[in-house]
């Protein structure tokens, strides 16, 4: 338990001392943005940026959150105990981060150095022409081109990890693509613009004034110092402090490696405790670890989108052996299962402390952060036990050829909206609309029970949504807007199928045949909602007051159970035997 609450208090503090790192960089962007404008404007905002950052108890803000940011990097990568299942966005985050205490420190002393000793700031006018004297512009253009592109990918990437559980994220993917790349170029752009600007008006003898009046490093006469005064500065200050840091630098990461190294050691002499895979792998872990702790050691592909904190449910494993003889869920894992309505067998890998053998099936292999929102990828196909969901607007067709094309538009998107939500916020995956139908998968990675459960779940909100709808478009509807909803389970084939951009994730075969037809049957059934008996049975509900019967559908051999519902809103399904 004390070990959860550390954990999650790292998270925070690299989340925090993260969030203050990228905001001093974006302030330093836009900062060297300006030189697009002037280099006046570059020297203006540097005196407002440093009277914010150089305020009583900020002043030690940013150096405080680099070395926090480093340590629990480092507390991390010592508490990882296999390197496995890292993916490339992770690898580089991590390379990156390593190096960006070095880079940061070094260029944020220079700043530091100069207004300590001297009270004076590093003008940017001041700096140009310093290195335009000493020739140095094509050096430092590309140290700091590299440094900012580091220290930004490594931020963004650590942002999107973050946001990319959050369900608005996505509709906003095009907002933050702009945020993370313009800053930079324009910074880019700055700095050379601003340079040039000093290049130019260079031979201005007002110009030549201001660089006097900027200049921080004087001599005892007030006149700017010498480059040889310079150097002779940075000789006796600078050097030794920075050539102090960079040793105690790599010292930490040798110290951090073999730590890590003496660690892992350790461990492997305590594992005694068996995780046997349901594809036959198995591997020994020390008591305590994890069951996503275990997979990674095995090599075995397991999703876990929030990085291993119990937030994205992705790690969910079914246990094969008695469920019982693990530790109860804590408060937070209770929670995220409770939201995805899953069954007492299904835990969190991440979260799921292991004492004895076990036995366990993940249900979800690794993906990108960016699959978190149902896009699961089914590359090259395979038979999945699923329950979909066909859904159709009734006389909309009748409807929409006596209204303007904006009407139909309108009204329709709306509808989506709607419906779309009621889907995947019950954990469907929306497979397509076409024209005013719907159809939707469920149960892909969660497994039949939890599919059929779900998609219940979605018709009984859907049909909510249909009386918010309805009551909004009182005073533009003749009548109200009526659906039918088709529910049926059982094996489809679901892949990633099309061409070229019309690829998608889908699914085809008797059961989505069947269930389009049980959504056509709403109509001669005179309904709202058709469920087969085979969705009944997986969920493990009844409904009661419902009356079965026996419908053809076309294609299938014998007559398919069903229970026509009138009113899916009002739905009440009751768990068998309780
Ligand atoms: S990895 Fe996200 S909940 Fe386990």
Redesign the pocket.
Known sequence: MINAKLNSAIILVRLVSGLIIMVYCFGHMINHSLGIISVESMDKFLEYFAIFWRAPGIYYLMPLSILLHALAALFTFLHRRSMRGLTKAEIIQFVLGLLLPLLLFMHISYGRVTYDMTGRLGYYSYFFDTIEKDNQFTFFFIFYSIMLAMVWVHGCLGLHRWLS?KPWYNRLWLFFYTLAIMPYITSMIGVAVGYREVVLRKFDSSWSNTIIEKTPWLDTAGLPMSSEQLKKISDDFVMPVAGRFILAFFLSVIIGVILRFIWLQIEKRRSNIEVSFSGGEKVNVSPGSTI?EASRLAGISH??????????????TRILTDPESLRPPASE?SK?LHRISAAPNIR????VKLHQNIQVHPLLKQASPSDGHQRPTYADGEEVDVTLLFADLRGFTQMSNQRLPFDVVFILNQYFELMGEAIETSGGYLDKFIGDGIMAIFGMHSGSEIGAKQAIGAAIKMGQQLEVLNSRLEDELDRPLEIGIGLHRGNAIVGNMGYGDAMAVTAIGDTVNVASRLEGACKTLGVQLVVSEEVLQAASVEFPDVIQKDVEVRGSAKPISVFPVDNASTLKPVVVGV
């Open positions: 559980l996503l999703a876990a989108i929030c990085g291993g904190n119990g937030r994205c449910s992705t790690c969910r894992e995220v969190l890998a991440c979260q």
